[in-house]
């Protein structure tokens, strides 16, 4: 079975900043990806970024990187830069070989502070 | 570029009541899920969609059906609404590739509260 756990109910950063949103995973497969959505206020869900089991470099994506360390099971989101639209909600989730679904942690709300 | 929409944004029912949620997506993706949305609890899937003529139960199917009557489209039912039904619903749809599925997209949401 999948889990991801996301251990940060909420976390702060000062505006111009970067954060590291935390992200741990578990899985007995060899092959999975790991995934980051953004849910701003407004509800919907947002794709940020993607890593690939096999993927030797992180994944990035404009200011969004994912910090992919697979001995450690963890898939950490880095927002560089934070603005004020980076408040929102995020979610980290996890796809993995002949599993029908995507699983999902709790979340992460971030504020932004001006 | 429409990608996953999904009707209507809100709803009430009273307990009891049915309806369907619609879901449509136009980027050729053969995987299709359902998802309920409460507070603290993160994303749970309801069913999924391999494929038009497909579907399986994830975590959460009871007091739901679902349709995948061609590659498109993918609709909820709710039969007869409960209370513990009031939640915020997403459809999603995600390209299977690589022998799993990649990362889904998901519509605006529905807004659903059963009274």
């Known amino acids: 079975a999948q889990k991801i756990t996301q251990t940060q109910p909420g976390m702060f950063v000062q505006e111009k900043e970067a954060v590291t949103l935390d992200c741990t995973y578990d899985?007995?497969?060899?092959?999975?990806?790991l995934f980051w959505y953004k849910q701003p206020s407004s509800g919907e869900m947002i794709f940020l970024i993607y890593?690939?089991?096999?993927?030797?470099q992180n994944a990035t994506e404009g200011r969004y990187s994912l910090n992919f360390q697979k001995a450690r099971k963890s898939a950490n989101l880095v927002i560089s830069a934070s603005q004020l639209g980076d408040s929102a909600m995020y979610f980290c989730?996890?796809?993995?070989?002949?599993?029908?679904?995507?699983?999902f942690g709790t979340g992460t709300r971030l504020t932004v502070i001006p | 570029n429409a990608g996953v929409t999904q009707t209507p944004k809100f709803q009430v029912l009273k307990t009891g009541q049915s309806m369907t949620l619609q879901c449509a997506q136009d980027m050729n993706h053969n995987s299709m899920y359902w998802y309920r949305q409460d507070p603290g609890m993160g994303l749970r899937l309801i069913y999924y969609?391999?494929?038009?003529?497909?579907?399986d139960k994830g975590e959460v199917p009871n007091g739901y059906n679902v349709s995948r009557l061609n590659k498109r489209e993918f609709s909820l039912r709710l039969e007869s609404a409960a209370p513990s039904q009031t939640s915020v619903y997403f459809c999603?749809?995600?390209?299977?590739?690589?022998?799993?599925?990649?990362?889904?997209?998901f519509g605006q949401g529905t807004r659903l509260t059963v009274v």
């Open positions: 989730a996890m796809s993995a070989t002949g599993a029908n679904n995507l699983f």
């Open positions: 890593q690939g089991s096999y993927d030797e």
């Open positions: 999603a749809s995600s390209v299977y590739r690589g022998g799993m599925n990649t990362e889904a997209f």
């Open positions: 969609s391999a494929s038009e003529g497909t579907t």
């Open positions: 899985t007995s497969d060899q092959s999975y990806g």
